[in-house]
């Protein structure tokens, strides 16, 4: 299974292990979930922040705002 790394921007925070999931569109999906959390956190700024998905090899598959629509 491919592996996908996320990054919070711009505060840098990374998952440098990645996360093996079974495309493209399920890494999609997890960062909405992820977005979600910190949208819910109290201590989140969520109009600040983007979650960045990239593939193994580097490239930008998805970049998620905070704030949901």
Known sequence: ?????????PSGFEDVEGEELPG?????RLAKEVALDL????Q?????H????????GTIIHE????LH
Request: no cysteine; charged share 25%.
């Open 1 to 9: 299974m491919p592996r996908y790394y996320m990054r919070l921007e």
């Open 24 to 28: 493209p569109e399920a890494a999609k």
């Open 39 to 42: 949208i819910n956190h109290p």
């Open 44 to 48: 989140s700024e969520p109009w600040q």
């Open 50 to 57: 983007l979650i960045v998905v990239r593939d193994e090899t």
């Open 64 to 67: 998620q705002p905070l704030i």
